[in-house]
């Protein structure tokens, strides 16, 4: 199918703050999502005690959720309001600490330690910064990332992911030529030629 209409589309840093402001989150999902409910074994394969990544992460509840059963969770998004929203909504208490490599960057972790949320652009993450990670949760993040964006993106994943570590991808399939997105339409050839 035909992704042309999409390919230039650019959905700039600013116009997602205003979605958080504006409240116009209908990407976000009250209840966990199904798909991880449903693939949970799969991310896990086993283990317990992960280190687990939740790229542009909004206040998603399924952060908690893992953070309960004794996982490690780090999410990264640019809206400091979705960040503090997710501890205010869960009772959790938190506390806010720059992150002298990023220019602007926040770190907002619970005070238990075991959720760590980075408030900066995707982009200004990397390894050195935030570690390696067993498994990676994208409910919304590669269909939110501009089609001009993800090749850099999808390196970026690989490059935190551990050895041996699951990624959980959910992505929409419709006619991008009648939606401008996002979340935009993700071909399976081009995620394969991504991720490999």
């Avoid at 996982?71 to 998004?77: A, D, F, I, K």
Wanted: net charge negative; glycine share 8%; hydrophobic share 35%.
């Amino acid at each position: 199918s035909d992704i042309g209409s999409q390919k230039e589309r650019v959905v700039t840093e600013e116009e997602w703050l205003q979605k958080w402001e504006m409240g116009n989150i209908g990407f976000h999902k009250e209840q966990g999502h199904p798909l991880l409910q449903k693939y949970l074994d799969v991310l896990l394969n086993g283990r317990s005690g992960l280190r687990i990544f939740f790229p542009l992460c909004g206040k998603a509840v399924e952060m908690k959720w893992l953070a309960d059963m004794g996982h490690n969770v780090v999410g990264v998004e640019v809206s400091e309001q979705a960040l503090k929203d997710f501890f205010s909504e869960h009772s959790l208490p938190y506390f806010e600490e720059p992150v002298p490599e990023i220019s602007g960057g926040k770190m907002f972790q619970s005070t238990s330690g075991n959720i760590s949320l980075y408030c900066c652009s995707i982009y200004d993450l990397s390894s050195s910064i935030v570690g390696k990670f067993d498994g990676v949760w994208d409910r919304g993040a590669l269909v939110a990332v501009n089609p001009c964006d993800r090749q850099r993106y999808a390196s970026l994943m690989i490059n935190l992911m551990e050895k041996n570590s699951s990624y959980l991808l959910v992505t929409v399939s419709y006619d991008p030529n009648k939606h401008k997105g996002p979340p935009f339409y993700v071909p399976e050839s081009e995620i394969k030629s991504l991720f490999g």
